[in-house]
Structure formats: C-alpha cells, structure tokens
C-alpha cells in the first residue's frame, strides 16, 4: 500500500527544515512526499528543491499563489498513494505517524483514518492535551456511522483537520470538482464534509504525533476584507456538498458559528473604529448573511454567540464595536 503525503508551503522557511525532515525520516517508507509551494517569496522553494533533488520520494510543484486550497488540490493531482495525507508546512510529526496510519488502514480498510495532535504556542511550549475532537479510537461504520456524519456540524464530536486524517485518494478525487479554490479560511470544513458524507468506514487511532504550531498573525486568527467574500464562498460551498449528497448536517448551525467567528475577528482587529462599522454594514448587506437571518433560531449556541448575532441581525454595529473593544481593556 502506497502513501502520498501533500505538503502545501507559502512563506515557510523558518520551519520547513523541520517538517520536511519529520517526513523524510517516517518509518513507513511506501511513501511520497509531494512539496507544493504556492508562490512564496522567502527561501522555501530552494528549501523544496534542495529536498527533491536528495531524496528519491519528494516530488515539487512551483506554482504561483492561489491559495492553500488550490495548493493541495494541485498535490492530489499528481499522487500516486492509495491514501493521502496532508502536513501543513510549518507543523511536524514524529517518526512513526504514517506507519501508524497505514497499519490501521490495511487492517480495517477504512476509507479515512483519524489521530490526534498536540499543539505547540509561540514561545515553542507543546501541549500536553490531545486534541481530535470528542471521537474515541475504535471503527465507525453503518448506524455508528450515519450518526458521525448527521451531527457533523451540531457536535464538536469530529474534527475537520484534514492534516488529522489520511482519506482514501479516491474519494478525495470524486470530490474536487466540489471544492471552491477562493476559499482561504475554512478550506478543511468542505474537504472534511465531502469525504465525510462518501466515507463506508471510518478508524480512529490513538497516535498523537503530529505537532500543530499555533500562529497568532496566521489567516486564522487575523481578519482582512476578503474574509467577507470568503465567508459566502464558504456558506455556499457548505450548502452545496450537502445538497448534492442529500444530507442537512446541521448546516445553518455552521452558517451561524461561521458568521460569529467572522463578527469576532472583525471587530477585535486592529482596525479603525469607523472602518470597523463600514464593513460590519457591508457584510449585513450579503445575500448570505441576509439568507442566515432568516432562520431565527440559534440552537446550541452561547449567550454571547447568540448576543453578537442579535446585534449585527439588529444593525446595531457601534454597540458590536464598544463591546469588542470593553473585552479586550478588561484583559
């Protein structure tokens, strides 16, 4: 059984070395590494090359920056593994993370298998928490099965991390017409949900080695313009792969999370206060969000989650600013 493991890479030299020597050192040797950078202006693409030139199993794509989805899609292109599993660029697993994987693969023939990781701070302190959602290690299938993928969204039961998983090639290529390339944040919700609602069997594995190095100025935590977009890029993707496979999922639930997590980031960003309340007007204007509102239920969401949404639903974006701003003087 063949592996492929799809490395996308913008802007990653300063810990690039390390991952790549974490995946050039794996105990399971049926295995390619496939280097993606997506159009970095730091050292990383001579880094990639200076690996695929040494090392038999690297393969390198150079492409210009389309983002991190497209990076990986390009990466499942040209894989060869029965199963693929990804690495972000500046993260890094130990030795026996894939053997691992693939032993629980052949054994149960699961089309995705799960593990854990631990996350590593600024200051380069690791966790001693297991983080992989709340599923325990054992085999899913049938009714076990449906329940994972019909409370998908509703509980924080399974994570959408796809650098947790290695997915059967296959069901990651019956699904790449479905992926929308424009989306920066949230990329692993589609990904994970489509492979998900396709998947007959699912292994969960106790191996806990893969090191996720949390980034404050990260696309995940930081907000910019784009986010608004990508936000409706995203709710429509969502809508999308549920239709065409016939499942609900708790969709709206995610719409709703999705537009908190956005609310938050824009009104804690460091951005001017009157800049602020324009783009708090401009995404209450979306279709998208206008479409949310229209369902005025909020099921298990906090109080603050359910305020914030009143707020913005109610146009009352200076309250949405103060508040934000309150929070953050009384850390």
Known sequence: MKLSVIVPVYNAEKYLRQCLDSLVNQTFSNMEIILVNDGSNDGSGVICEEYCKKYNNVKYIDKRNEGVMAAWIDGVKISE????????????????????????????????????????????????????????????????????????????????????????????????????????LGDDIVFTLATLLDAKKLSVIENNGYYYRYNGNSITHSFSEKRIDELCYLCENINHICKSKGYDAYKDLEFKRQLSVTTTMLISSNKRFFEKRKLLQRLRRTDTVKNIFADNKYPIMSVAEKMKLYLLKHKCYIMLIILAQLKKTNK
Not at 97 to 114: G, H, L, M, P, Y
């Open 81 to 184: 593994g029965e199963y693929i599993g990804f690495v972000d660029a500046d993260d890094y697993c130990e030795t026996d993370r894939f053997e691992q994987f693939i032993n629980s693969a052949e054994k149960t023939q699961a089309d995705i298998v799960i593990a854990g990781h631990r996350t590593i701070d600024s200051n380069g302190n690791i966790s001693n928490a297991v983080r992989r959602g709340s599923i325990s290690p054992g085999v899913y299938e049938g009714e076990d099965l449906e329940y994972i993928k019909n409370t998908y969204f509703k509980e924080s039961y399974f994570s959408a991390l796809r650098w947790e998983k290695i997915t059967k090639n296959e069901l990651i290529r019956r699904n790449i017409s479905s992926f929308n390339t424009e989306i920066a």
